[in-house]
Nanobody
Framework: QVQLVESGGGLVEAGGSLRLSCVAS????????MAWYRQTPGKERELVAG???????SYASSVKGRFTIFRDYAKKMLTLQMNSLKPEDSAMYYCAGGNGLGSRGPYDYWGQGTQVTVSS
């Protein structure tokens, strides 16, 4: 079993920055790729950024150039640096981990989420 716990969400003005963190615990040796997803009410959960087992990254077109995903294996931590935030970035953000190798999933483990709200 893998546990993922997110932190770092909050309220920020448009143009501002936030850093989301996700700490993994449990049987993390089985976890390869990791990612951040987000979801707003009434919409499907969407992949924001993923990082493969080999370290390659992928981003949603809407965040490319503004968000950066990186992983600290020693600290068992996944981070999403979000810059130039827009109101449309407001969502619940979820950390995900998968047994697969690719950055686009599928993903097997999920955190509880952290809320990001960007005011205009």
């Amino acid at each position: 079993q893998v546990q993922l716990v997110e932190s770092g969400g909050g309220l920020v003005e448009a143009g501002g920055s936030l850093r989301l963190s996700c700490v993994a615990s449990g049987h993390i040796l089985s976890m390869n790729a990791m990612a951040w997803y987000r979801q707003t009410p009434g919409k499907e959960r969407e992949l924001v950024a993923g990082i493969s087992a080999g370290g390659s990254t992928s981003y949603a077109s809407s965040v490319k150039g503004r968000f950066t995903i990186f992983r600290d294996y020693a600290k068992k931590m996944l981070t999403l640096q979000m810059n130039s935030l827009k109101p449309e970035d407001s969502a619940m953000y979820y950390c995900a981990g998968g047994n697969g190798l690719g950055s686009r999933g599928p993903y097997d483990y999920w955190g509880q989420g952290t809320q990001v709200t960007v005011s205009s």
